[in-house]
Structure formats: structure tokens, C-alpha cells
């Protein structure tokens, strides 16, 4: 069976940092385009940052650009997602998600849709506040 567990959510203080991780079971990750996503209170889901399986091309929000970063640990089979200067605004639960039907890899122009997601783990909530 096919499983992500995303971990590594908490509360910070903005300009805080924290390492969300997101654990693979039933799969490779490294043969897959691995996205983050997060979805705040009273606001729709989106893209934060996707790992792509073609040639490991990385891909982020504007509003995360120079500040997150996605890896990933093909020996553990594991990716992470490094939140740096964290801001009261990006109070949200992140969820990592597979893609599998993306079978060349995610590109510049879709890999924050969500329909090329086909498992999602249940989430990391992480708050930002003083």
C-alpha cells in the first residue's frame, strides 16, 4: 500500500525555521514527483514546492522562493521541506503528496496542480505566531 506520513509540524515564532519531512512507504520516491502544499485556515490548498522525478528539477512558490527548500534522502525514502524566516501568513497544514501518474515528470507549468497528486498524506500543521 502506497503511503506518505508527513512530521515535523509545530509552533514558531515568525522568522522561525522548521524541517517538515515526509516519509514514503510502498514506493520509491525517487521514481516519483514528490510536491508540498499546504492549506491555511479559510483558504484554498496550493503549491509550495515540488521535487521532480525526471531529472530532480525543483520548482517553488514565489512566496517561498530563496526562503524554503525540498530534498530528498533516496536512502531513507524520505523528502523534506527546510521553512526558513517563517511568517504569521504561512500558518497552515502541509501535506505532501505523490505523483504518480506523472510518469515523465512535473514541470514549471503544472507541477502546483493538484490533480497530477495522487496520494496525499494526512498533514503537518505548523502555526506562526508571537
Known amino acids: 500500500q502506497m503511503q506518505v506520513v508527513e512530521s515535523g509540524g509545530g509552533s514558531m515564532q515568525p522568522g522561525g525555521s522548521l524541517r517538515l519531512s515526509c516519509v514514503a512507504s510502498?514506493?520509491?520516491?525517487?521514481?516519483?514527483?514528490i510536491g508540498w502544499f499546504r492549506q491555511a485556515p479559510g483558504k484554498e490548498r496550493e503549491g509550495v514546492t515540488c521535487i521532480s522525478s525526471s531529472d530532480g528539477s525543483t520548482y517553488y512558490a514565489d512566496s517561498v522562493k530563496g526562503r524554503d527548500t525540498i530534498s530528498r534522502d533516496n536512502a531513507k525514502n524520505t523528502v523534506y521541506l527546510q521553512v526558513n524566516s517563517l511568517k504569521a501568513e504561512e500558518t497552515a497544514v502541509y501535506y505532501c503528496a505523490i505523483s504518480l501518474s506523472a510518469i515523465y515528470g512535473l514541470t514549471a507549468g503544472d507541477w502546483d496542480k493538484s490533480d497530477w497528486y495522487d496520494e496525499w498524506g494526512e498533514g503537518t500543521g505548523v502555526s506562526v505566531s508571537r
Open positions: 510502498g514506493f520509491t520516491l525517487e521514481h516519483n514527483s
